[in-house]
């Protein structure tokens, strides 16, 4: 998917930006505007946040509907909240796992340990790597994680760093 986004901005690198940030907030393109959920946002501020002019925010609608494919797809994103510090605040538990982005089964290593340890999961994000600077998974437990995991957790293949809190 990345690949064909940028095949189709290539020559548009401004554009490749605006089509990243709109992939990565879950920001749909329909009838020639930009839309988180049903909210139409307006262009200034998609380029304002950005960091283009707002010529280059109408150039990536326009060419994102130009291609079928890509039409397709940006027209059913729909945008989901990243309640990790919504979870702090509640007293939940928040572990982030940094890891391998392409290594097999590092969701599944790590939530065995939790389910084993009888730890309830109430939100689980992993970010998409192109998409994101870290490769990083966030769950967001029912209750605090204990610090006595942490060396578990880094055993799980492709894992890197993990972050209690």
């Not at 089509?19 to 200034?44: N, Q, W």
């Not at 130009?66 to 909240?81: C, I, M, Q």
């Not at 599944?108 to 009888?118: P, Q």
């Not at 970010?127 to 578990?152: A, C, F, M, Y």
Request: aromatic share 6%.
């Amino acid at each position: 998917m990345w690949r064909k986004i940028v095949e189709k901005f290539e020559k548009y690198t401004s554009q490749i930006a605006v089509a990243k940030e709109f992939l990565r907030l879950g920001v749909s393109v329909r009838d020639g505007k930009a839309y988180c959920g049903p909210i139409e946002l307006v262009p200034t501020k998609i380029a304002d946040a950005v960091g283009v002019d707002r010529k280059v925010v109408m150039a990536a609608i326009q060419n994102i509907e130009g291609d079928e494919e890509l039409r397709k797809v940006f027209s059913a994103l729909k945008p989901v909240a990243n309640i990790t510090e919504v979870a702090r605040i509640l007293g939940f538990g928040v572990l982030e796992v940094y890891a391998e982005s392409h290594k097999v089964g590092i969701v599944a290593g790590v939530t065995s340990i939790l389910a084993r340890e009888g730890i309830s999961i109430r939100y689980i994000l992993a970010e998409d790597p192109e998409l994101s600077i870290e490769s990083k998974l966030t769950i967001v437990t029912e209750t605090k994680i204990p610090g006595r995991l942490v060396d578990e957790i880094l055993q799980v293949d492709g894992v890197e760093k993990v972050v209690i809190s």
